[in-house]
């Protein structure tokens, strides 16, 4: 980031794992840091993993469709949504949304980790310490 400024990072675990995620400075981000830690359930659409926040917030400028490591905030349903691979609206292997979402950042390591998560079952996101 610009100024040194160290980005947020979060972890999201569930029963089999969990990911690191580094958050740009946006306005949506710093609504689900000021939210977090968070218990939430799994919900899954395709190689989507989403789940709800409780956290409301508006679009913002550019919001958009992902690539399979993006940290999402799917507006419509308050919800976090981590694209791993293709969904049902899906054209060949692309991630694809179910409408634009706010981008929040980008996971670390290997997205395909989100193959062992399984619908229904409990999510946590935490604030890491930086």
Known sequence: MDGGQTPLRIRISWPAGHLTASLDDT???????????????????????????????????????????TVAFWIDGDALALPYGPTPISQG??????SPCNVLGRLEGDPGLLATVRDGEPVCVELLET
């Open 27 to 69: 306005p949506t981000s710093q609504a689900l840091a000021n939210a977090l830690p968070l218990v939430s359930t799994v919900r899954m659409w395709g190689k989507e993993v989403h789940f709800d926040t409780g956290v409301s917030v508006s679009r913002e400028t550019g919001a958009q469709g992902c690539r399979a490591d």
């Open 93 to 98: 292997d692309e991630c694809r949304l179910a």
